[in-house]
Every structure is written in structure tokens, then in C-alpha cells.
């Protein structure tokens, strides 16, 4: 605990340093205005034409049944990928466990910390506080989608956690394995910025998870949400004399 308790203090000192600019996709007023109230419509709408609700609701409130089976799952520094408003760093907070939520919208991250969590404006692509400490990352709410290539952020997360770190995510509860272009849409003629977005049910995210050095460790069902846990998996030396030795990663 000790050692969690050093790397979170350097956690928290360097998240108070300026954040990047945010991706304009994510500040446009539409995906803003509906945080700053707390409700929707809010859509992803796709290029033609088909459009995916935003529980916004739910982001707003405090942690349902089902996220509370996700932070039942934390250990150790939790890094909360695109955490919205803040509901699971929030929460988690309150209940004295280290967590860093990272969204790329202020009004998400300012809404965050009001709730009383840690947030940073920054993209889990950008460089992070604790790069290679983190011990929990959590991709909660379709957040496996971000940036459109989930191999890219499954082995960016590799970069960004310790050795014997978990990935927990959220998937669909059909087996769907799609790339697509979406635009934020609030249902009355206000557009985002067109942005990459992915979408992925758990036997495509295990295939993409597998790629990138992810093992499957658990799977589960909340209240008609499935979540996914993954395990990094150590790399193999070259034989030598015979044995197979483990290299961490």
C-alpha cells in the first residue's frame, strides 16, 4: 500500500500540470451543453444516417448496479479512459481509492472534479502522469471505441500500466466488430465534428485483445450491460537450453 500510496502522489502532481488542448469532436456544444444539463437526446449518428443514444442520464447520475460491479473490480491506481462526468472516479474517490479520470471535454472533466474526482483534459494518447504504473484501466461506457482502432489502444494501454495490470471493458451483447465515422447529433440540428468511433461485442474484443497481449480473465452481465476483464500477458524469452522464460512487458 505504501508503494501505491508513492505513485499516486506523483500521480496527482503531475496531473495538476496543463492539460492538451481537447480534440474539437469532444468540446462542440452539443456533447457540452448536454453534460453541463445532465440530460440527453444525444446521438452518435453515423455517416448514413443511423444514429446510437447516448444514455447521458446515466452518465450523470451515480454508479448503477452494473458499474458497481466494475469497481468492485479495481485495485491498486485506477485510470478511468474517456470517464465523462465522473461518475466511477467519483465514486471511487469517496471511498479513498487512488483513481485519475482522463476525458478529452472539459465540461466532462469539470464536471468530474465538482463531483469531487481527479480528471485531466487529455487524450489516453497523449503522454499521461504514471505512464506504466497504472494497475486498473477502465473503457466503461463503449469507451473501447475510442479513436476507431481498438488494437491501436489495446497496445497503447500496454504503454500506460504495470506488468501485472487489468483492463476492464464494456462491450455490446452482440458480436459486432465495426469502424465507422460518427458525428455527435442532439436530435434538433446541433452536429459535432465528424470523429473515428468504434463498436465491439466481446468475441471481437477478445480476438483484438489476443493481438495485442490482452488474455481474457473474466466475463460478466449487469442489468443488460457485459463487461469484459482482460489480464496483460508476460512475453515468452526465446528457448534457450530447452525452457521458455518469461519477459515482462
Not at 54 to 73: G, H, I, K, Q, T
Not at 94 to 112: F, Y
Not at 163 to 172: F, G, S
Amino acid at each position: 500500500m505504501r508503494a501505491v500510496g508513492r505513485a499516486w502522489a506523483a500521480f496527482t502532481a503531475a496531473a495538476a500540470a496543463p492539460s492538451a488542448p481537447a480534440p474539437a469532436a469532444w468540446r462542440e456544444n452539443p456533447y457540452d451543453d448536454a453534460l453541463r444539463d445532465g440530460r440527453g437526446p444525444l446521438f452518435l449518428r453515423r455517416v448514413d444516417g443511423w444514429l446510437l443514444p447516448l444514455d447521458v442520464e446515466r452518465w450523470c447520475a451515480d454508479p448503477d448496479v452494473a458499474d458497481l460491479s466494475v469497481l468492485a473490480r479495481c485495485r491498486g491506481a485506477v485510470l478511468d479512459v474517456g470517464c465523462g462526468p465522473g461518475r466511477l472516479v467519483a465514486a471511487l474517490a469517496a471511498h479513498g481509492h487512488p483513481a485519475l479520470g482522463i476525458d478529452v471535454s472539459g465540461e466532462a472533466v469539470a464536471r468530474a472534479e465538482r463531483l469531487g474526482g481527479l480528471a485531466l483534459c487529455r487524450s489516453v494518447f497523449d503522454p499521461l502522469p504514471g505512464e506504466g504504473r497504472w494497475n486498473t484501466v477502465l473503457l466503461i461506457d463503449g469507451n473501447i471505441g475510442i479513436g476507431g482502432d481498438p488494437p491501436a489502444l489495446l497496445d497503447r494501454l500496454k504503454d500506460v500500466t504495470c506488468p501485472d495490470a487489468t483492463v476492464i471493458a464494456e462491450c455490446l451483447a452482440v458480436d459486432v466488430d465495426e469502424r465507422c465515422e460518427v458525428r455527435i447529433d442532439n436530435g434538433r440540428g446541433g452536429l459535432g465534428a465528424p470523429f473515428a468511433w468504434a463498436r465491439l461485442g466481446a468475441p471481437a474484443l477478445y480476438r483484438h485483445a489476443d493481438a495485442a497481449g490482452w488474455a481474457r480473465r473474466e466475463q460478466w452481465s449487469v442489468d443488460d450491460r457485459v463487461f469484459v476483464e482482460l489480464a496483460r500477458r508476460p512475453r515468452l524469452r526465446p528457448r534457450t537450453a530447452g525452457r521458455v522464460m518469461p519477459v515482462a512487458p
